[in-house]
């Protein structure tokens, strides 16, 4: 019997190298490359989707880049980065002094190259697997969101869930390189970041990356 995540972790500590994040190097990163062979993890499972964890985002980055430059932020708090993929942000918060962080994700394979990189980085996380928006407000005190607004019905969802968060007095942060579903009119622009959008191709679609704060009304 095979012990599928054992192989993917190897294969992800074999092949694909860390590299310092653009913008972040104080956080290195297991990413794709050229010699990685995602279809290897696709011929393994047939579950395998898209693989958003061995990207970078340009709100992931943005929002890493405003809590280690903002440490207050976080510092001190319990934090939840909702759909963390590589942990980048969930990294982040950890370095910046957050007294506990939970990284979630609904793809089993970014939360095993999340806690790869935050073992890396010399720092510890814990990790959940699945949705979390249609349950209640988690226990934390702040919620972290890095590009999660590029569908329509994930944004939507979001959106719902962050208004429970908010109810429960949980602060929310989020990081977008201005994605088409970006809840505009309930965020406040907190910090922008001149730089790119990295995606998952490497395409560059955007020349500025935001952190927001999320508002009941503004
Ligand atoms: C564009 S990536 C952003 C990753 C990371 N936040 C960053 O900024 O670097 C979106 C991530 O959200 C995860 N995701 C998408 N829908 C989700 C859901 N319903 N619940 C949990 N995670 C989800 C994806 O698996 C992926 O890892």
Redesign the pocket.
């Known amino acids: 019997m095979v012990d599928l995540p054992h192989r993917v972790r190897e294969a992800i500590r074999r092949d694909f190298p860390v590299l310092p994040v653009p913008s972040v190097p104080e956080i290195r990163l297991h990413r794709a490359g050229p010699k990685s062979g995602l279809w290897r993890l696709a011929e393994w499972d047939a579950a395998f ?2 693989p ?2 061995a ?7 943005a ?2 880049r405003y809590v280690l430059d903002h440490p207050d932020s976080v510092a001190g708090k319990r934090v939840l ?6 942990g ?2 969930a990294i982040a918060a950890r370095k910046a002094g957050a007294s506990a962080v939970l990284a ?4 089993r394979y ?1 939360l095993a190259a999340a806690l790869l990189n935050a073992e890396i980085n010399g720092e510890d996380i814990a990790t959940i697997e ?4 249609s349950g209640p407000a988690p226990a934390v005190d702040i919620v972290l ?4 607004f ?1 569908e329509q019905d ?1 944004a939507d ?1 979001v959106s719902i869930f962050m208004d429970r968060c908010l109810a429960d007095n949980i602060e929310i942060f989020v ?1 977008d390189p201005g994605r088409a579903f970006l809840p505009r009119q309930r965020l406040q622009m907190l910090e922008e970041y001149a730089g790119t959008d990295f995606g998952i191709d490497g395409a560059t679609n955007s020349s500025c990356n935001s952190v927001f704060a999320f508002r009941r009304d503004l």
């Open positions: 989707s898209t958003y964890w990207h970078l985002w340009g709100g992931g980055i929002l890493a980065d909702l759909g963390t993929g590589s980048l942000v979630s994700d609904n793809d970014a699945g949705d979390l928006m969101i890095g590009d999660l590029y994930l969802r990081g």
